[in-house]
């Protein structure tokens, strides 16, 4: 025995994960689809769930998927996948498993109205690490509808945010304050208090109606 010591202790706040350099990017956006089912006042990245165009402009599965190995080349941390609405595209479970699988941190933006069975258990046995966030467009059905333009949508959100709280993914609710929603901040926010798998305080995202004013 030479007396070398082989650990050596540090302070936390001095560990550092690329000792020899700064990584070149930690944080990564990637908006999956200009597509939606819905139909928001207050979007812009909102093409027809069905629109050919832009679903011809998206990137491949294959394509994100080298992207994101890449990504993890350069030291990136966390991944946030929004669109559009990311859960309309059919190769969404095959992105987020190479994602996990690479280790990074996944954010899922989404109106929870597409959530399956089969993502929830999926989300539930490869948990993002980060947040599913979900937007919230109103208390009441005629106030949830008048934002989304799209009937059926409030059923929609309801039962995917159950599957969601029933399989204990984490979540976060997002409201959003919008003219038609201002009155039901309130019950809002006592709503989520008291929701059930709710992962953190709500968050808000203050938007404009001006697409329906065009």
């Known amino acids: 025995m030479t007396g070398k010591a082989h650990v050596k202790k540090i302070r936390s706040g001095e560990a550092r994960l690329w000792p020899s350099r700064r990584p070149l990017l930690t944080r990564l956006d990637i908006e999956l689809t200009e597509r ?58 095959e992105i987020y498993i190479q994602a ?46 008048a934002v989304t333009r799209t009937p059926g949508s409030f059923d929609a ?18 409201g959003a304050v919008l003219p038609a929603t201002r009155g039901e901040m309130d019950e809002f926010e006592a709503w989520a208090a008291g929701l059930p798998g709710a992962a953190g305080l709500p968050s808000y995202a203050q938007l404009f109606d001006l697409r329906s004013r065009r």
């Not at 089912?37 to 294959?62: I, K, L, Q, T």
């Not at 996990?100 to 941190?105: A, F, K, N, S, V």
């Not at 899922?108 to 989300?123: K, M």
């Open 157 to 174: 959100f309801h039962r995917g945010l159950r599957l969601l709280r029933n399989s204990g993914v984490p979540f976060i609710v997002k």
């Open 36 to 93: 939606c089912n819905n139909n928001c006042v207050h979007c812009s990245v909102n093409r027809p769930a069905g629109d050919y165009d832009a679903r011809e402009r998206e990137w491949g599965a294959e394509s994100w998927k080298k992207l994101l190995g890449e990504a993890a080349v350069l030291g990136c941390l966390v991944v946030r996948l929004t669109g559009g609405e990311p859960l309309l595209r059919g190769d969404f479970e």
């Open 100 to 145: 996990r699988r690479l280790g990074l941190r996944v954010m899922i933006f989404t109106n929870a109205t597409l959530v399956t069975p089969g993502l929830a258990r999926l989300l539930k046995d490869m948990p993002p690490l980060e947040a599913v966030e979900v937007s919230v467009y109103g208390m009441k059905k005629e106030t949830y509808e």
